[in-house]
């Protein structure tokens, strides 16, 4: 499967991005957005790849790190295949490159980037205070 990461840009503090995750390639292996775990991460220049949010096959479990619960939304629409995060009252700290993933295992609610195997190339956020 391939991932295509989109939305970033540049905001004020504040401000909101939705990024989206459109997901393709499935008539090579059969398969379909469904079979995964979609989730997004972020990196800041210098820091660790860190999980952000998760949503799990049929988007009734999702998985949020402390720092942006209340703020981001993931949401997944498996007839487009397509995910999305809704980022609300950006911060500075949210700045980052961030990544779409897919996951095949099973679902256990918590993130950890060795458990991705397919992941989009990355779309630039930048918040600025």
């Known amino acids: 499967v391939q991932l295509q990461a989109s939305g970033g840009g540049m905001v004020q503090s504040g401000g909101s991005l939705r990024l989206s995750c459109a997901a393709s390639g499935f008539s090579v292996d059969g398969l379909s957005l469904n079979y995964y775990i979609i989730g997004w991460f972020r990196q800041a220049p210098g820091k660790e790849r860190e999980g952000v949010s998760c949503?799990?096959?049929?988007?009734?479990?999702?998985y949020y790190t402390d720092s942006v619960k209340g703020r981001f939304f993931i949401s997944r629409d498996n007839a487009k295949n397509t995910a999305y995060l809704q980022m609300d009252n950006l911060k500075p700290e949210d700045s980052g490159v961030y990544f779409c993933?897919?996951?095949?295992?099973?679902?256990?609610?918590?993130?950890?980037?060795?458990?991705?195997?397919?992941w989009g190339q990355g779309t630039q956020v930048t918040v600025s205070s």
């Open positions: 993933a897919a996951s095949s295992l099973r679902w256990i609610g918590t993130m950890s980037r060795w458990d991705y195997a397919h």
């Open positions: 949503i799990e096959r049929g988007g009734d479990k999702t």
